[in-house]
Nanobody, 117 residues
Framework: QVHLVESGGGLVELGESLRLSCVAS????????MSWYRQVPGEEREFVAG????????NYKNSVKGRFTISRDNAKNTVYLQMNSLRPEDTAVYYC??????????WGQGTQVTVSS
């Protein structure tokens, strides 16, 4: 019964910020590497940011480096994506994923982020 529930998406203007949250249940959260992906209709789902189980390492898609920050609070079973200086090209459905040993991967339902210009 692994569930990932994203929230925090919305409609913002160029240059504004959003903070996405993903609450996980049904898993040993600290054992899961957590990631954010995004997908635009007609395009492939792409990696945005990832963080290791204990939050000691993170990595980002080049185009979001310096603007987005991934973090996690294992006591709350939550991973966050702080998105600053948003651009129209950031518009997408953002998905949270949990990846475990043996390669198991689970996905949330997604949350829409729309950045207007």
């Amino acid at each position: 019964q692994v569930h990932l529930v994203e929230s925090g998406g919305g409609l913002v203007e160029l240059g504004e910020s959003l903070r996405l949250s993903c609450v996980a249940s049904g898993l040993t959260f600290s054992s899961a590497g957590m990631s954010w992906y995004r997908q635009v209709p007609g395009e492939e789902r792409e990696f945005v940011a990832g963080i290791t189980g204990l939050g000691t390492q993170s990595n980002y898609k080049n185009s979001v480096k310096g603007r987005f920050t991934i973090s996690r609070d294992n006591a709350k079973n939550t991973v966050y994506l702080q998105m600053n200086s948003l651009r129209p090209e950031d518009t997408a459905v953002y998905y949270c994923s949990a990846r475990f040993l043996m390669g198991q991967e689970y996905w949330g339902q997604g949350t829409q982020v729309t950045v207007s210009s």
